[in-house]
């Protein structure tokens, strides 16, 4: 009989529910973890192409802009006024971007500090489960001999 891999599956070989369940969900990890580069990238260049669109509209409208506020004769002073707001919210923005990175950066170490955890309690549950099995195969084992 041959498996969709094209392998030689032997009848005499027994499987277990655990071996089925373990190469299914190897396989399907393994395809995720191949798509992951890609979709990060993906987006990324997706951001990256949106932000400067964003920028090139601003950068586009600027010579029209320019030529119409130039003619309006805006006072200096109110124009430095403007300017002098505009850097403090450009500030204020810049540093809730940082400070939404680090919270973000923190979030992500606390969830792979978690998962490490889970997996280190996984094992732990795993062994004493495996321990108790063992019992009951010795204890099994010697009432058969009985």
């Known amino acids: 009989m041959e498996d969709s891999i094209g392998k030689q599956e032997s009848d005499d070989i027994a499987i277990s529910v655990c071996d089925v369940m373990k190469d299914s969900t190897s396989k399907i990890i393994k395809k995720l973890e191949m798509q992951l580069p890609f979709s ?16 090139d509209v601003f950068g586009t409208c600027y010579l029209a802009q320019k030529q119409f506020f130039d003619r309006l004769g805006f006072d200096q002073t109110a124009l430095k ?11 204020t923005v810049l540093a809730q971007i940082e400070m939404a990175s680090g919270m973000q950066k923190t979030q992500l170490e606390f969830q792979k500090n978690l998962l490490n955890m889970y997996e280190q309690y996984m094992h732990s549950v ?8 063992g019992g009951m195969n010795k204890f099994l084992e010697s009432k058969k001999m009985q």
């Open 81 to 91: 006024s403007f300017k002098a707001a505009s850097d403090q919210f450009t500030s």
């Open 126 to 133: 795993i062994d004493s489960y495996w321990k108790s099995v």
């Open 40 to 55: 990060t990238q993906h987006y990324s260049d997706l951001y990256t192409l949106f932000l400067h669109s964003i920028d």
